[in-house]
T-cell receptor, first 115, second 112 residues
Framework: AAGVIQSPRHLIKEKRETATLKCYPIPRHDTVYWYQQGPGQDPQFLISFYEKMQSDKGSIPDRFSAQQFSDYHSELNMSSLELGDSALYFCASSPGRGGRTDTQYFGPGTRLTVL | GQNIDQPTEMTATEGAIVQINCTYQ??????LFWYQQHAGEAPTFLSY????GLEEKGRFSSFLSRSKGYSYLLLKELQMKDSASYLC?????????????FGSGTRLQVQP
């Protein structure tokens, strides 16, 4: 079965640079979520999109922005990178509203290292 | 907001049974999820509970008591590959969120 695809899988940037992370949800999933997981920490919700509109907002810094495109893929744009942004960034997708569980399925993550 | 508590670490023996507990406090409970996460990998969905009771899925079962704000994940016939972190996550409709709030996870070590 198709899974969530994220690219790149690994990214190394320097402080104050920008980064763009991409997420391709499971086919026919219309909701995308972004999570940040620091070393030894639990995933922290950043932002989500339903039908290309922002649906929920978590602890996303103002330096970050995201959007969902017409093909439902999503991009997380990160600017003025800081050392503390080094983390695993997960994208998850779910089938959307309705359904019993609306379970989120996670992609393999992008490991961002800021030097 | 939600407060989600899980034990930090647990150790169990191959072939045994282990129960991982999770307590939560939330104003608009709308489902509890258990995920398994191996180090450096993505969380993998294990189970979902929204009504009280036990949900069984092969070697894994999950229980929920909404009145007590309590859930547990039961792993039977433990295998070495079950060594991983187990994350309890809650969805709260009152915050308007469909996103999940995760507990800090329980790191399970299965020993031979």
């Amino acid at each position: 079965a198709a899974g969530v695809i994220q690219s790149p899988r690994h990214l190394i940037k320097e402080k104050r640079e920008t980064a763009t992370l991409k997420c391709y949800p499971i086919p026919r999933h219309d909701t995308v979520y972004w999570y940040q997981q620091g070393p030894g920490q639990d995933p922290q919700f950043l932002i989500s999109f339903y039908e290309k509109m922002q649906s929920d907002k978590g602890s996303i810094p103002d330096r970050f922005s995201a959007q969902q495109f017409s093909d439902y893929h999503s991009e997380l744009n990160m600017s003025s990178l800081e050392l503390g942004d080094s983390a695993l960034y997960f994208c998850a997708s779910s089938p959307g509203r309705g359904g019993r569980t609306d379970t989120q399925y996670f992609g393999p993550g992008t490991r961002l290292t800021v030097l | 907001g939600q407060n989600i508590d899980q034990p930090t670490e647990m150790t169990a023996t191959e072939g045994a049974i282990v129960q991982i507990n999770c307590t939560y406090q939330t104003s608009g409970f709308n489902g509890l999820f258990w995920y398994q996460q191996h180090a450096g990998e993505a969380p993998t969905f294990l189970s979902y509970n929204v009504l009280d009771g036990l949900e069984e899925k092969g070697r894994f079962s999950s229980f929920l008591s909404r009145s007590k704000g309590y859930s547990y994940l039961l792993l039977k016939e433990l295998q070495m590959k079950d060594s991983a972190s187990y994350l309890c996550a809650v969805r709260d409709q009152n915050t308007g969120r469909r996103a999940l709030t995760f507990g800090s996870g329980t790191r399970l070590q299965v020993q031979p």
